[in-house]
């Protein structure tokens, strides 16, 4: 409710600023089309509608920006929020004297505020009106912006429109800013023709020396509210500070064991905040990402139930049971969670990352391959040509996995461990991880001849693949988070590629990998191997050169 709220009057607002740019810009062509212009704003804005709409958005943005500040519990925020927020509660600084000397003067006094009027008011006039108007315009376009890039870069069409409003966002303002100078120079001309400046103040009947006093005596009460607002907000945080120290904390645990003590009444995302623990926060905790959100492992009965709103969001990424928005989840009682999302996670992240990937057990294909004889390269090496070979190595086989289909779940010192089938099905993850064996193959024997004198010898490289049942899911801690599988047989793979070694071949995998993938094993060595922690030995390929594999799509 109160998000929708925010969103709906900062709309209102943004229209109202965007209308407002949009005529000082016509200042560009002259005085004149400003003041054609002008009528039009008016008419829009100045009838009972277009006034209770304004004036109503204005006074609840401004409430709900005030309990905002004064809500969370951490002042800890992105760049982006930070600068929003200053720039929203800047704004009225800004143009506290505008508005009284537009509006204010219109209301009170029955001027016409003309732009030909408000224009020498702040060119010739007003103490600092230029710098005013410019930086209170700049503010307000700037935070709105910001406000509506929060909002849609959520909606899936974002990335098809993101240039353009970009490009809007750039343009907009600078065709204002010269429109604001032309027109203000344009009067400045015309206010030295004594008969144009009579027929002008004619027109405008600005309020008399009193009535000016007036005018900037509601500009600094409107100033002095806002300062009061945002002193209340601040002052009410201590208060509660120090009530919720007298309720008690909780403690919330993240995966390996690290654990942080709150206040009661602090959400589970203010708690990372708060404890210096990075988590997903796109939205900035509006409730709106569900980037933030994290599994209960324990204490799901010390948080309250999800809100209409909450629950809205956990329906659409299609969460399971147990899972919250950590942003929205306040507990009051003891809780461990798992953050399901990387802290890194963007609004992309949270629609395409599948929910399943909070934990399933599912048939895929693991792979594992590790350099030969590298501790001995590295040896001999320095540590530069090293990294270099490395890195240059990583990036080969990177680009195998992907090639195939597959994820690239992590690199180990100078192994590789890889996935495929977590989103398709186990057949096709086999197919997949001996495509990317033969791609890893004819990519190393491409970077061999790259990197020639570099090498004492050809770097070589060890394979294992094996297909069965593992647990995959978005698992670990901070920035080491992402989708990784656990097993038996990732095990198992990771045993079929020591085996490697043991018979001077480049890949060994599982019969059940080359049943799946209906691979034509002719040519292949048929062996059976004893597993450590499996009672059976299980049926295996030993293949020399993992390029000469047939595989026919
Ligand atoms: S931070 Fe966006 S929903 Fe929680």
């Known amino acids: 409710m109160i998000v929708k709220a925010r969103l709906i009057t900062g709309v209102v607002l943004f229209v109202f600023v965007l ?93 016409n505020d003309t732009y030909a009027f408000v224009l020498l008011a702040q060119w010739k006039f007003a103490d600092y009106g230029v710098i ?78 009193n009535g000016v006093r007036q005018i900037y005596d509601l500009a600094l009460l409107f100033q002095i509210i806002i300062g009061s607002l945002i002193a209340s907000a601040l002052a009410g945080r201590g208060v509660r500070s120090s009530l919720e120290r007298r309720r008690g904390t909780y403690l919330l645990r993240y995966p390996n064991e690290r654990t942080v003590r709150n206040a009661k009444g602090t959400s589970i995302l203010e708690a990372s905040r708060l404890n210096g623990i990075p988590h997903a926060s796109v939205c900035g905790g509006r409730g709106r990402c569900s980037t933030c959100r994290v599994r209960v492992l324990e ?18 990424v299609g969460a399971p049971p147990k899972v919250r928005l950590a942003c929205q989840a306040l507990p009051f009682g003891d809780i461990s969670v798992v953050p399901l999302l990387p802290p890194n996670a963007t609004a992309r992240d949270a629609k395409r990352r599948n929910p399943d990937m909070s934990g399933q057990e599912k048939e895929i294909a693991i792979l594992f391959a590790d350099l030969r004889s590298f501790t001995q390269f590295s040896e001999q090496k320095l540590p530069y040509d090293v990294v270099f070979v490395l890195n240059r190595y990583f990036a080969h086989m990177g680009e195998a996995v992907e ?40 990519k190393l024997s491409v970077l061999n001849t790259q990197l020639g004198d570099e090498l004492n010898e050809p770097l070589r490289i060890g394979i294992g693949i094996h297909s069965g049942p593992a647990i995959i899911g978005e698992m670990g801690y901070g920035t080491a988070f992402g989708l990784t599988a656990i097993g038996d047989s990732v095990n198992t793979a990771s045993r079929l590629e020591a085996m490697t070694k043991e018979f001077g071949a480049q890949l060994v995998f599982s019969e059940d990998v080359a049943s799946k993938a209906g691979l034509d094993v002719s040519g292949l060595t048929q062996k059976t191997a004893a597993i450590r922690g499996r009672g059976e030995p299980i049926s295996i390929y030993v293949c020399e050169n993992a390029e000469k594999l047939s595989l026919h799509s």
């Open 132 to 209: 005013l108007q410019t930086g209170g315009m700049t503010a307000a376009w700037v935070h709105g912006c910001i406000g509506v890039y929060f909002w849609l870069r959520l909606k899936p069409y974002f990335p098809d429109i993101k240039q353009l409003l970009f490009g809007l966002a750039i343009v907009i303002p600078v065709a204002s800013w010269i429109g604001f100078y032309a027109g203000g120079k344009e009067a400045l001309a015309l206010y030295e023709d004594p008969e144009w400046r009579r027929a002008m103040l004619a027109v405008a009947q600005p309020p008399d020396a």
């Open 299 to 316: 204490g799901h009965d010390n948080l309250a139930g999800p809100s209409a709103d909450e629950l809205r969001v956990l329906k659409r």
């Open 19 to 111: 209308g407002h740019l949009i005529n000082h810009a016509l200042g560009v062509h002259s005085l004149a089309a400003m003041e054609a212009g002008r009528e039009w704003f008016t008419a829009a804005w100045r009838n009972p509608i277009g006034t209770t709409a304004f004036a109503g958005s204005l006074l609840i943005h401004l409430l709900l920006a005030g309990w905002a500040l004064y809500a969370r519990r951490s002042l800890k925020m992105s760049v982006g929020e930070a600068f929003q927020l200053v720039l929203g509660f800047s704004i009225p600084i800004f143009l506290a004297l505008h508005f009284a000397g537009t509006a204010g003067a219109h209301r009170i006094f029955g001027t």
């Open 403 to 442: 090639l195939a289909g597959g994820h690239l779940d992590k690199f180990i010192g100078d192994g590789v461990m890889a996935l495929f089938g977590a989103n398709t099905d186990g057949d096709s993850g086999a197919r997949a991880a001996l495509t990317a064996a033969k791609h890893m193959s004819q």
